[in-house]
């Protein structure tokens, strides 16, 4: 599976990235908490590398809690900061200022010893499309300071919100690599709506994402859909054929409307609805993210 996209405005937020860098403290990357590995850009570890940095896995209230504590303790051996949280609380914002300030306290003491009163931290909020970045500001700022949308790669240029009274952040559009070739990865993005639905078919992404659901959590799927009295071991086809007759997802002569169910399957999915699920663990990592 080999997936290409590019557009200019990846190449001019990279260029823009660099640019503002050098007015921030620190550096705020938002991962999918779902997904941590599939939803890191590569590209942003080289611009930003020798700033402090805190890793955000966002949208925990739809991942598997115990699978995102496995991902905290993963990042803490590295020596980086990562939080658990959901963009959409506002509560946030002081645990994350109050991170900021410990990972920036020698920086912060030396300007007082400087005579600098200012105590404003500048965060810049990194991450790829449709990870909640935006989302995450309107909500610290209690107001529609970003745009938003639920297409990826919405917010345009860069946007300074004051969030706190201490606390400035930046926001910055979403920004995607050049090329992906790894399928599970892909798969993965597909799944939680960060690549757009333009680019897969819908009917064999549902039948993927059942597939995945039996692998991990098929019990959660059963129960969503009444299907207790199925073995563990059908095929993902059957249970994709079954959860359509159950919801109605039919044309005439009882042939099964695949792209209806597949749409139930996946909407139902990203909002939470069937469950809670992770699909990336640490174990799964080849290499060390940073």
Request: glycine fraction near 6%.
């Amino acid at each position: 599976m080999n997936i290409n996209w590019y557009p200019g405005h990846m190449k001019k937020t990279k260029e823009l990235l660099r640019e503002q860098l050098k007015l921030v403290d620190v550096v705020w990357e938002l991962l999918d908490a779902r997904i941590p590995r599939s939803s890191k850009n590569p590209d942003i570890d080289p611009i930003v590398h020798g700033k402090p940095k805190i890793i955000i896995l966002n949208k925990k209230d739809l991942a598997d809690p115990r699978v995102t504590e496995d991902w905290i303790r993963y990042f803490e051996e590295q020596g980086i900061t990562a939080i658990p949280m959901n963009s959409m609380d506002s509560s946030s914002a002081t645990q994350l200022l109050n991170e900021s300030k410990n990972l920036l306290s020698d920086k912060l003491e030396a300007r007082r010893a400087k005579g600098i009163r200012r105590e404003v931290i500048r965060a810049m909020i990194v991450g790829i499309p449709n990870v909640g970045k935006s989302s995450m500001i309107n909500k610290y700022a209690k107001k529609k300071s970003a745009k938003t949308g639920n297409k990826p790669g919405v917010t345009k240029g860069k946007q300074w919100v004051r969030i706190q009274k201490d606390l400035e952040m930046l926001d910055t559009p979403g920004i995607l690599w050049p090329r992906l070739d790894d399928e599970k990865a892909a798969l993965n993005l597909a799944f939680v709506g960060t690549i757009k639905d333009e680019i897969m078919d819908r009917e064999t992404l549902g039948l993927r994402l059942v597939e995945r659901l039996l692998e991990n959590y098929p019990k959660d799927l059963f129960a969503r859909y009444g299907l207790e009295d199925m073995k563990e071991e059908t095929s993902p086809l059957e249970v994709m054929d079954t959860i359509a007759k159950k919801r109605g997802c039919m044309f005439k002569g009882n042939e099964v409307d695949y792209l209806r169910v597949a749409n139930v399957l996946l909407d139902e999915f990203r909002n939470g609805m069937i469950g809670k699920f992770s699909l990336e663990t640490p174990k799964d990592s080849k290499a060390p993210l940073k």
